[in-house]
Each structure stands twice: as structure tokens, then as C-alpha cells.
Nanobody, 129 residues
Framework: QVQLVESGGGLVQAGGSLRLSCVAS????????RGWFRQAPGKEREFVAA????????HYADFVKGRFAISRDNAENTVYLQMNSLKPEDTAVYYC??????????????????????WGQGTQVTVSS
């Protein structure tokens, strides 16, 4: 059974940093593109960052560019989201997602919720002002 488990969320002051992790189990995810999304209270879930199965290409939502960085360790089936210069508006539940890059190439990126097949349960990030 495929499982994605996020960790690393918590309470941090504005300007601080957090590093989220998402460990995948149940199969080998080296051919899987990964993504991070978030959902703030009363808002729809939105795209944050994506990384290809090789890790060679990444893409970010405009509101996190220059502050967040996505990376992956295929040997550990883990994807990370390093979040720096956090703002109160970054407060949300953060979800990781995964999908096989096939039938597209290993450098493919995906940004839409419906494009992903597997989701974690989410981890809460709260940024105080």
C-alpha cells in the first residue's frame, strides 16, 4: 500500500525557517514526480512547488519563489521543502503528492491536484507575526 507521510511542520515566528519532509513507502518512487501543495483555513488547496522524478527540474508558485526550495533524495524515497523567510500568510496545512512521470518524460513537472495520484495527510505550518 502506497503511503506518503509528511513531517516537520510546527509553529515559527515570521522570518523563521522550517524544513518539511515527505517519506514515501509501498513502492520505489524514483520514477515519480513529486509536489507540495498547501491549504489555508477557508481557502482552496494551492500549488506550492514541484520537482521532477530525476530532481533536475523544479518549479515554484510565484508567492514562494526565492524563499522555498524543493529537493529530493531518491535513495530515501523522500522529498523536502525548505521554507525560509516565512510569513504569516504561509500558515496552512502542507501536503505532499506523487505521481509516476509516465507516459511523460523523467523531467516532467506537474502542478495541478488532479495530476497527482498519491497524497499525504498533511502537516500544519503556523507562522506567527
Amino acid at each position: 500500500q502506497v503511503q506518503l507521510v509528511e513531517s516537520g511542520g510546527g509553529l515559527v515566528q515570521a522570518g523563521g525557517s522550517l524544513r518539511l519532509s515527505c517519506v514515501a513507502s509501498g513502492r520505489t518512487f524514483s520514477s515519480y514526480a513529486r509536489g507540495w501543495f498547501r491549504q489555508a483555513p477557508g481557502k482552496e488547496r494551492e500549488f506550492v512547488a514541484a520537482i521532477s522524478s530525476t530532481g533536475g527540474t523544479t518549479h515554484y508558485a510565484d508567492f514562494v519563489k526565492g524563499r522555498f526550495a524543493i529537493s529530493r533524495d531518491n535513495a530515501e524515497n523522500t522529498v523536502y521543502l525548505q521554507m525560509n523567510s516565512l510569513k504569516p500568510e504561509d500558515t496552512a496545512v502542507y501536503y505532499c503528492a506523487a505521481r509516476d512521470h509516465k507516459p511523460y518524460g523523467p523531467s516532467s513537472l506537474f502542478f495541478r491536484e488532479y495530476e497527482f495520484d498519491y497524497w499525504g495527510q498533511g502537516t500544519q505550518v503556523t507562522v506567527s507575526s
